[in-house]
């Protein structure tokens, strides 16, 4: 125990593991996530995620643990309310509205690209249709590259650069008229902190998989 804290402080997530949870809140990195969130499960927790970067393969390998553990694992891409709220409006407008593009904003370090957000987004526009491109992409005429990638068949550009902490914007387009829906996080905690909170106390009344903040928020 550190002097001055008030609870312990473990090496790995596997040792503090050891000892029983309710909730696991697992916010580390890609690489390591997936095996955290599976031991999690086997240990009886219910999770949250809040780490970026784990694939469609992933979780579904996730969701097979879960359900066989009677456990819920809530995967949030974004834990502010703003960007939920972003995800259900990009939903609606994606019902009316037949093309769009994502663009992803972050800090110039950070490793995953599309970001969790951009990810969960792409996802969810997937399950209303799939955007209509007006030129297809094996006809484009120069570098494949700048339209950028397809995730989801969504089109997504991820811009990492100094001065950005954590940005998400769709773009839809129809004849002589736009939509843009945007989310910007500053640089305080307080957005996420919030959220988790939210995840954390309401996490053990799923079984599985669910993704997005607003699983447990009845929007």
């Not at 030129?135 to 811009?159: K, M």
Request: with cysteine; glycine share 8%.
């Amino acid at each position: 125990m550190e002097e001055g804290l008030t609870c312990p402080v473990y090496p790995s997530a596997k040792e503090a593991l050891a000892n029983p949870c309710d909730v696991f809140v697992e916010y580390t990195k890609p690489d390591i996530a997936k095996t955290n969130v599976l031991t999690a499960l086997e240990r009886g927790a219910h999770v949250v995620v809040g780490t970026s970067g784990l694939t469609e393969e992933e979780y579904s390998e996730i969701d097979l643990l879960a359900r066989r553990q009677d456990r819920g694992v809530l995967a949030c891409g974004n834990f502010a309310l703003t960007a939920v709220l972003l995800q259900k409006f990009a939903e609606a407008a994606a019902r009316l509205i037949p093309q769009w593009e994502i663009i992803d904003y972050a800090h110039d370090d950070k490793i995953d690209a599309p970001s969790g957000t951009a990810r969960e987004l792409a996802g969810r526009l997937s399950k209303v249709r799939h955007p209509e491109l007006t030129v297809p992409l094996e006809r484009i005429a120069g570098a494949r590259e700048a339209r950028g990638a397809t995730l989801l068949a969504s089109q997504v550009h991820s811009v990492r650069l100094p001065g950005y902490v954590i940005s998400a914007e769709i773009i839809f387009g129809m004849p002589d008229q736009r939509l843009t829906i945007r989310h910007d996080a500053g640089s305080s905690a307080r957005p996420y902190v919030d959220g988790a909170l939210l995840a954390i106390r309401n996490v053990s009344a799923l079984v599985g998989v669910h993704r997005g903040l607003d699983s447990v928020l009845h929007l």
